[in-house]
Each structure stands twice: as structure tokens, then as C-alpha cells.
Nanobody, 124 residues
Framework: VQLQASGGGLVQPGGSLRLSCAAS????????MGWFRQAPGKEREVVAT????????YYTDVVKGRFTISRDNAKNTVYLQMNSLKPEDTAVYYC??????????????????WGQGTHFTVSS
């Protein structure tokens, strides 16, 4: 499967942005999905994950209440709605698909397919 992330750019603190990740292939609905990010000089970290049917989600503590992950299996797309953005949210954001798991893992190593990353900056 190929993943194409989009939606990056420049946004002011407190602003909102929605990232999209479109997947090719017919098996999208069978993959748990995740959004990850990597800031300059830091390791890649999990941001949010979502189960195959969208019924279960996970958020890392620093984005809880601000970010929402969702998916539309009919459109083969996963989204990350980000509100109340902070400068520390600046990073390259990656979407990823887990081919083998039933449940959405928080472990980066579990994900088999990765998008190319989309970058946005939160700055005034």
C-alpha cells in the first residue's frame, strides 16, 4: 500500500490544521493506522492511532484534547484534525499503516507502510 500525506504549511499558535493521508490499494480498512511526528533533532514519536473501524483511538498525552484522528474507509483516508496548535507541535508528520496487527499499536516498529511525511510550522 502507498500512503500520501498532505496538509502541511505554516499556522499561527492557537490555529488549526487538518492533515490527510490517502492510501492506495484495497486493504485500507484492514489496517490500523497511526500518525507520528518527528521534530528536528528528536526521535520519531507516536501522535495518535486508530483502529481498523475507527472505533478505538489513542492519543499521546501532549495532544489529548487538541488533536482528533479519524478515518473514512470508503475514501481510503485517515485524518488528523489539530486544534490549539503550539510551536512545539512543529514537526514532520507521518501517517503509517500496520499490516499485521488487529489492534492499533503505539509502537513505531509495528507499522509497515509509511507516507512521505508532511511538514508544518507553528509560528507567529
Amino acid at each position: 500500500v502507498q500512503l500520501q500525506a498532505s496538509g502541511g504549511g505554516l499556522v499561527q499558535p492557537g490555529g488549526s490544521l487538518r492533515l490527510s493521508c490517502a492510501a492506495s490499494g484495497r486493504s485500507f480498512s484492514t489496517y490500523p493506522m497511526g500518525w507520528f511526528r518527528q521534530a528536528p533533532g528528536k526521535e520519531r514519536e507516536v501522535v495518535a492511532t486508530i483502529s481498523r473501524n475507527g472505533g478505538s483511538t489513542y492519543y499521546t498525552d501532549v495532544v489529548k484534547g487538541r488533536f482528533t484522528i479519524s478515518r473514512d474507509n470508503a475514501k481510503n483516508t485517515v485524518y488528523l484534525q489539530m486544534n490549539s496548535l503550539k510551536p512545539e507541535d512543529t514537526a514532520v508528520y507521518y501517517c503509517a499503516a500496520d499490516r499485521d496487527s488487529i489492534y492499533a499499536s503505539r509502537r513505531i516498529e509495528s507499522y509497515d507502510y509509511w507516507g512521505q511525511g508532511t511538514h508544518f510550522t507553528v509560528s507567529s
